[in-house]
Structure formats: C-alpha cells, structure tokens
C-alpha cells in the first residue's frame, strides 16, 4: 500500500509539472505547443547588428526568430523560422530594421499578396535598402567637387588679362550693334510712320476690343495691389507682402547665423572652446576616439550576449521532497558562458561537527569522539564559467553555495545532454557527485532523471524533474552590467 501511495505522489506530480510547464511554456513563446512553424530564408548584402535568436516581426508583432546566419557566395544568408499559423505570399518580403539606439536590428516581414504560399526551405525576396547617412555624405561631396571645378573655370576665364580682353571685345560689339540699330531707324522711319499710321487705324477700328482689355488690366492691377496692400478693411497684410516680409526676416536671420557660424569657426581654428582644443590637441582626438571605439566595442558585444532562461522542478524519490531551481546563462559566444543559479532544498544545507571527548565515566572510553550532523533548510546558488569544446562543456566555480566543478556532454543536435557534477568538498565526509541525463522531448521543454549523492549510501537519492529552457532577449535591457560579460576573448 505504501509503495502504491509513492507511485500516486509521483504520477500527480509529473502530471501537475507537465501542465504548469506547458502553460509557462506557451506563455513564453508563441511557438511553444502550436507547432514548430516553417523556416525561410533571404540574401543580405549587410547582416550588421543581426544575431541568432533575435526576434522577428510583422507589423510589430513579434512571429519569429532568426534561426541560422551564414556566409554562402559572398552575401549574407538569413534562415528565420516562422510561427506556423503566419501565412507568407508568394511577395512577401523580408528586410531590416533598426530597434533601438544600441544599434540592435530586428528582421521585418510583410506578408504580400498572390499563390502559391511560402513553406519551409523557400528563399523570401529582400526590401530594397533605404538611403544611408554615409550615400548622402558622399553624394554631398561630388557636389561640392562640381561647384569647385565651376568656380575654378569661372575665375580662370574672366580673372586672367586674355577673359578681362574677351570682356572688353564683347561690350564693344554691343556698342557697335546698338549704333547699327539706331542708323537702321533712321534709314527706315518713313517705313516705321506709315507702320504706326497702320497702328493707329487698326486701333481706332478695334476700340471696343481694346476698352475690354483695358478693363481686364485694370481688375488684374487691382488684384496684385491687393496682394501687395500693406492692410485691408480687415487690417490683414496682403499675401504677396507678407510673403516678402517672411522671406526679408529669414535673410535677415540666415546673415545672423553665418555671422555667428564665422565667429565659431574663428575661435576653432585659433584653437579656443572644446571644440577647438579638440581640433588642435592630438592627444585629446586619441582618447576622443578611444573612446568612441570603446563604445563600439560594448555596443557589438551587447548585441550578440545570449540570455537563456530555466524554470526546473525535480522529486526525490526517497526524500519524497521537491527541488526547485531558478537558472540564467549569460552567454557571450556559443562556445562559453555564465551560469548563474538559485536553488530551493527542502533538505537544506548539511554540516558536520566532530568533538573530541575525555571523560572519567568508567562506563565510557576515557577518549572518544562524537560527529554532529546539522541539516538546514536554506536557499542555495550557483555561479559558474562554463567552455565548451566540440560536444563536450567544462564548469567549475560556486555550485550549490560550494566549490564544484562539472562536465557535460551534448548529443543529437544538442537535444540529449548527460551532465555530471562534483562538489560540496569541506561540507559532506565524502563530495557529493551527481550524474542525470536531460532529453528535449518538445521544443523548450527537457525531461531530467539521475541520482545524487552517489558516493554516500545513507543519503543517495534519485530524482525526475521538468526544465524548460528558452531564450529570453528582454533581459538584456535590465541587466545593467551584460557588456562586461565579453571581455575575455
């Protein structure tokens, strides 16, 4: 009876931690139990600022993430994979967006129209990439290398003695032309009085057409002296003058700003201000830049700092107790990181006492020895450097508020793990090794199961627990010192 009330205890827990697992895990991601989705990928010219993991969005919503970054053919390739209830058209497209002013990018799609629709392997086209600072920096100076060669010619031509000549020859030949108008009109002004006369009576016969158009000029110059009115009844300024008087302010303020631009430039140059310490003090540019590549540097090792997230509850079969532990892994590249762990053990923390006893009591040795073994239950953490080497993972540091080492070994694409750790030294009479097996059995999700305390038959124990692990990008906004976890190279 009792072993069947244990086998009860231990199919209520397993079912009451896969379903608490499940909903953490289809809160966490959308992915998580709806399906593993469908992966497409696109050709990059520039993946700057993309990492694995990072997330992808359509419309602002996040629907995926970046799977794969590769280098095929000199462009960048870009493998995403997409939740599967997202449908992609036959134009849909992918590009790059800019997330935050750290310099992170995310991957946005848009949907298209059309059939067939996108499933898993096709190739997605790429959004033509927006106009960059550096295109218009450059296109700025081509243009001001035109207005200088222009300025070149244009002083070349008339600053010299032969365009000063050249000047005076073409005035001398509009002289010359003026004098032939002027014996022209003579010569012919008998033509011209019988032209006027002609005039003259074409505009007594057109009088009426002509008062018309009279009358149209005069309503034309009534409505420009309206533009140009100083006020109407309504006291308002006429458009037109308004309009000179807004353009008359502008220069007005543009000469006080080039004024003001010419005194800067002045104390620059004399090397007065910061700026103009900075321009004339070569030291000052070095450290300037140092730190600018300083800040560059952080920014790149913050964007490409994984954060992974694990929840994991184990049972003791023979405590008949329950293990919880709270995980982060800070990791800079895939081959280390930072373990970070607190732990929650109904049995505690164990200590051991010796006290050496002399005694006169003729019913006892004269000298013996007494051990007093002392069980706590207190919280526990972990912090540990893990390297990782092929498919085998080396830690050492604190583990379970002890000095510990361990070793793990990764299979099957990293879905199969065997994890061994050595630890508790000074705290136990012998350390406390354990050994267990992981499997991801669903995308996220691991299901545990080894044995502790394997050297010390009164406190052996085995357990079977639930992990899920996953990647949380949010963390690093509130993880103040994430860029000083890449210094080591």
Not at 104 to 124: A, W, Y
Not at 191 to 208: H, M
Not at 339 to 345: A, G, Y
Request: hydrophobic share 35%; net charge neutral.
């Amino acid at each position: 009876m009792a072993k069947l009330t244990q086998a009860a205890k231990v199919g209520a827990f397993v079912i009451a931690m896969s379903g608490a697992s499940y909903f953490v895990y289809r809160t966490v991601s959308k992915e998580v139990g709806g399906g593993s989705g469908y992966v497409v990928h696109a050709y990059l010219v520039d993946a700057t600022g993309l990492a694995p993991h990072s997330r992808v969005t359509m419309a602002g919503i996040p629907v995926g993430s970046i799977q794969k970054i590769s280098l095929e053919q000199g462009r960048a390739r870009v493998d995403v994979r997409v939740a599967g209830d997202v449908a992609l058209n036959q134009s849909a497209r992918l590009g790059v967006k800019s997330a935050s002013l750290l310099g992170e990018n995310i991957i946005v799609l848009t949907p298209g129209v059309g059939e067939p629709r996108k499933k898993d392997g096709d190739e997605i086209d790429v959004i033509p990439e927006g106009r960059t600072f550096d295109n218009l920096k450059d296109q700025m100076g081509r243009i001001a290398d035109l207005v200088e060669k222009v300025a070149a010619q244009l002083a070349a031509t008339i600053g010299s003695d032969q365009g000063r000549e050249q000047m005076k020859t073409i005035l001398q030949n509009l002289t010359e032309a003026t004098e032939a108008i002027n014996l022209t009109v003579r010569e012919n002004r008998a033509a011209v009085k019988e032209t006027l006369t002609s005039i003259d009576a074409i505009t007594t016969r057109g009088q009426p057409e002509i008062a018309k158009i009279l009358e149209n000029v005069r309503i034309i110059t009534e409505d420009v002296r309206a533009l140009m009115a100083k006020g109407g009844a309504s006291g308002q300024t006429g458009e037109l003058r308004a309009t000179i008087e807004r353009l008359d302010r502008a220069s007005k303020s543009l000469e006080s700003t080039l004024e003001k631009t010419d005194v800067i430039a002045g104390r620059i140059e004399r090397g007065e201000g910061s700026l103009g310490k900075l321009s004339k003090d070569d030291a000052l540019v070095n450290e300037v830049q140092g730190v600018a590549e300083g800040v560059g540097d952080y920014v790149d090792r913050l964007q490409r700092l994984q954060t992974v997230m694990g929840l994991r509850s184990d049972y003791n079969f023979l405590a008949n107790t329950i293990k919880s532990y709270v995980e982060l892994r800070l990791q800079p590249r895939e081959d280390k990181y930072y373990l970070i762990e607190l732990i929650n053990d109904p049995r505690g923390k164990t200590t051991f006492t010796q006290t050496d006893v002399d005694t006169t009591n003729p019913n006892d040795p004269a000298h013996y020895r007494t051990v007093t073994t002392t069980t706590t239950d207190a919280f526990r953490f972990s912090l540990q450097f893990a390297r990782r080497l092929g498919p085998v993972t080396g830690r050492f540091g604190i583990k379970e508020s002890t000095g510990g080492v361990g070793l793990d070994l990764h299979l099957l694409s990293n879905r199969f793990e065997i994890i061994s750790d050595f630890f508790g030294f000074g705290e136990e009479i012998r350390p406390r090794y354990r050994v267990y097996i992981g499997y991801e059995f669903i995308k996220r999700l691991w299901l545990l199961g080894g044995v502790d305390h394997v050297f010390l038959t009164n406190r052996r124990d085995y357990f079977l627990g639930l992990q899920l692990r996953f990647t949380d990008d949010d963390l690093k906004t509130v993880l103040p010192f994430t860029g000083g976890a890449t210094t080591t190279r």
